[in-house]
């Protein structure tokens, strides 16, 4: 039989070396924002970040902000979900982003972020005094801030105002409510303290109404004397005002047929209603 000799020989196979560093997937445009002259002077920043590798994958990128206020992340996916609380500045602010992969490679991108606040605008305010104002259906006058108020008001609300009508309690609903006609005295309370007083005269162009009694038609012609000058038989009428001290005048004629002793004979009854304001 023959013989059989074996050998090994190792053949070794240079890998090529990984030059390429990570891709940054990232906003690439600046970021702006342009905050409320009356809001707050922070604001939240939010974007996402990710890094993709030729030979590692995903990688992870580290976030730099100076400046900031406060910065925060929770993962989305295969990216970072970052929130930066930035003040707004007269400059902007850089944000350093960085990856590196198992080899070593690394890659670095900035972004620009942008936050403004023009100034606060000017309170300038005064009372207004001689105000006047109808009253409406219900004999009041609403006063608002505007209504009360001469000037500009700044980064005021109306919940930063109160207005207290003739000596109300603070904090009734109805404390900005005038009652009645006539000359009424206000304090006007900003965020909470005492700032000024003014007054208003409120008057009455709501004309009154009134409710006729029913008509009657089964009285006797020897009732007449009982009827006359007198409503007891017959009611009053009803009186509708949105104010008090309204009241009422009448007067009343005969009317009788062409025969006056055989033709029905009719009562005519004029009412007129005045308000307190005339």
């Given amino acids: 039989e023959g013989a059989t000799t074996t050998k090994q020989s190792t053949v070794t196979v240079n890998g090529t070396p990984d030059v390429v560093p990570p891709v940054i997937v990232y906003p690439t445009e600046a970021i702006s924002v342009e905050l409320d002259p009356c809001g707050p002077s922070t604001t939240d920043i939010k974007f996402s970040v990710s890094a993709i590798d030729n030979c590692s994958g995903r990688v992870p990128v580290a976030v730099s902000a100076p400046g900031r206020v406060a910065m925060s992340s929770v993962s989305e996916g295969d990216a970072d979900k970052w929130t930066i609380t930035y003040a707004a500045s007269a400059t902007p602010y850089q944000i350093t982003l960085t990856a590196t992969d198992g080899a070593g490679n690394t890659t670095t991108q900035t972004m620009w972020v942008s936050v403004t606040q023009a100034p606060a605008p000017p309170q300038n305010l005064a009372c207004n005094t001689g105000l006047t104002a109808p009253v409406d259906e219900f004999c009041q006058v609403e006063l608002t801030p505007d209504m009360v108020l001469e000037g500009t008001f700044g980064c005021l609300t109306p919940a930063d105002i109160e207005i207290v009508v003739d000596g109300k309690?603070?904090?009734d609903v109805w404390a900005n409510y005038t009652e009645g006609t006539g000359l009424h005295e206000f304090d006007v309370y900003i965020e909470g303290e005492y700032f000024c007083t003014g007054n208003i005269t409120t008057?009455?162009?709501?004309?009154p109404a009134i409710e006729c009694p029913v008509n009657y038609d089964d009285f006797v012609c020897t009732d007449i004397d009982e009827l006359l000058g007198t409503l007891e038989h017959t009611g009053e009428p009803v009186i509708y005002d949105n104010c008090e001290g309204a009241s009422y005048d009448w007067y009343e004629e005969v009317i009788y047929g062409e025969d006056e002793q055989c033709d029905d004979v009719t009562i005519?009854?004029?009412?007129?209603?005045?308000?307190?304001?005339?």
């Fill in 268 to 278: 005519k009854r004029v009412f007129t209603v005045t308000d307190g304001a005339g």
């Fill in 169 to 171: 309690a603070r904090g």
């Fill in 203 to 207: 008057y009455d162009n709501i004309p």
